[in-house]
């Protein structure tokens, strides 16, 4: 049974519009959440992370929001490059775990000039 | 380049052959970890070696072995491997949290991507 989803394993984006995917959770234990990038023939890359006592954490371009209620996530990328075509991994950590993550199925974001 | 290389990045062996995995860090880190990716499956950690010493094991199937000579360097040792072991393999390595609550930045390699036939 997956405790980290990402239901849409791709999505497509104009070039400066915004693009937002989208993570759900059922582990109520996890504390800290992480989004990963990945290009073809490379490993995955951190891209931004959100603690559970947080609902928003903006870093540039990216913006991750938690609802904790809703066990839910999302990462919105605004304005949309080409260069952000990538697979985007949520994760997610169980407190106390250490560094164990929880991976989610990816979603394969392509950004259209 | 994110300090952590594999090789061979590509590899296809029959389900009778053994073969190694190797992954190299040059972070200093003291924790390496082994993923699988499989099509269409979330990454799945198969095991973490902290201070040289395994504490993890998700139930991987006996055919995979892993090793840790030292802080720098993870193997993973395969043997009658199955078809459906085809996959993406990712090592990674992160200094180990101090306390069990916190969390340090994995960093991945770039993966062997393994076929067996």
């Known amino acids: 049974d997956q405790q980290v989803k990402q239901n849409s394993p791709s999505l497509s984006v104009q070039e400066g519009r915004i693009s937002i995917l989208n993570c759900d959770y059922t582990n109520s234990m996890f504390d800290y959440f992480l989004w990963y990038k990945k290009y073809p023939a490379e490993g995955p890359t951190f891209l931004i992370s959100i603690s559970s006592i947080k609902d928003k954490n903006e870093d540039g371009r990216f913006t991750v929001f938690l609802n904790k209620s809703a066990k839910h996530l999302s990462l919105h990328i605004v304005p949309s490059q080409p260069g952000d075509s990538a697979v985007y991994f949520c994760a997610a950590k169980n407190n106390n775990a250490g560094n164990m993550l929880t991976f989610g199925g990816g979603t394969r974001l392509m950004v259209k000039p | 380049e994110t300090g952590v290389t594999q090789t061979p990045r590509h590899l296809v062996m029959g389900m009778t052959n053994k073969k190694s995995l190797k992954c190299e860090q040059h972070l200093g880190h003291n924790a390496m970890y082994w993923y699988k990716q499989s099509a269409k499956k979330p990454l799945e950690l198969m095991f973490v070696?902290?201070?040289?010493?395994?504490?993890e094991n998700n139930s991987v199937p006996s055919r995979f072995s892993p090793e840790c000579p030292n802080s720098s360097h993870l193997f993973l040792h395969l043997h009658t491997l199955q078809p459906e072991d085809s996959a993406l393999y990712l090592c990674?390595?992160?200094?180990?949290?101090?306390?069990?609550?916190?969390?340090?930045?994995?960093?991945f390699g770039p993966g062997t991507r393994l076929t067996v036939l």
């Open positions: 990674a390595s992160s200094q180990d949290p101090v306390q069990r609550s916190s969390y340090n930045e994995q960093f």
């Open positions: 070696y902290s201070l040289e010493e395994r504490v």
